[in-house]
């Protein structure tokens, strides 16, 4: 399959009143690719997505995804996991497995069923009664039946067992191979994870710190770890 550019940054800056969260942020991603992007806490990931989804505006440069400015129409092409994301805790997960099919016509009733399986959720389970790595797993489940060809999600494996979340990487890795989706994946779980990157964006302090082909990296003898170390370190 043919790839194709979906994200597309250029010099992407980010003032918050006196703090400035990005810097002149350059990268694109191709469609049917994982990538991973890493950084220490405060280096501006968040920012990023939000940027990506349409949810706040650069202060500079320019964004496109699926070749527009984000907004309400890349918004309904796109998956998003906040960081700080909440269910309804007053219903069970099948009942916002209901309501969530309602809202979103790209919702996929047999990619719902297939990741309740590989996620194992337990649909009768009220979302109040789950711990943070079943409602984590409820969460990733909304973002992944619904048929979009971006996904972003940020910090998806908080509080999601070592098990789980390996299956949970496999199971993406699975899903892209072949296909067009482009997942947009931020992490601090590098170890576990860096087997499912295509390619890693490393940013620190607001700027892009270098951008990485994993098997390139491999074939020289590194792991996406190594890397990371070598220039955060
Ligand atoms: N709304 C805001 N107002 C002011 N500063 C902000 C705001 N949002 C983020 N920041 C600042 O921007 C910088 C980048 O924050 P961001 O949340 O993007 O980092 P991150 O890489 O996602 O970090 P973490 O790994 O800890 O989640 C931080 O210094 C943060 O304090």
Redesign the pocket.
């Known amino acids: 399959m043919e790839q194709t550019v979906t994200i597309q940054c250029t010099g992407v800056e980010?003032i918050?009143?006196k703090?400035?969260?990005?810097r002149n942020v350059t990268f694109s991603t191709n469609s049917g690719s994982i990538v991973g992007?890493l950084?220490?806490?405060?280096?501006?990931?968040?920012?990023?997505?939000?940027i990506l989804t349409g949810i706040?505006e650069p202060t500079g440069g320019f964004v496109e995804v699926l070749g527009r400015k984000p907004g309400v129409e890349t918004l309904a092409q796109l998956s998003f996991l906040p960081?700080r994301g909440q269910l309804p805790n007053w219903l069970t997960a099948d009942q916002w497995l209901g309501y969530a099919s309602g809202i979103y016509p790209d919702w996929d009733i047999a990619l719902e069923r297939e990741w309740v399986r590989k996620l194992e959720v337990d649909r009768t389970m009220g979302i109040g009664t789950m711990s943070r790595g079943q409602e984590a797993r409820l969460q990733l489940l909304t973002c992944l039946s619904r048929r979009t060809k971006i996904v972003i999600l940020?910090?998806p494996f908080t509080g999601v067992d070592l098990l789980s979340r390996e299956r949970i990487s496999s199971a993406i890795a699975e899903e892209t191979a072949g296909g067009d989706r482009t997942f947009l994946i931020?992490t601090?779980d590098i170890r576990e994870m860096e087997s499912m990157f295509d390619r890693i964006i490393l940013?620190g302090d607001?700027t892009i710190k270098g951008v990485y082909d994993t098997e390139e990296l491999r074939d020289e003898g590194h792991s996406v770890e190594s890397c990371y170390r070598e220039v955060f370190a």
């Open positions: 980010m918050f009143k703090k400035q969260a990005l992007l950084g220490p806490n405060g280096a501006g990931k968040s920012t990023l997505m939000r706040l960081d940020d910090e931020a601090h940013i607001g």
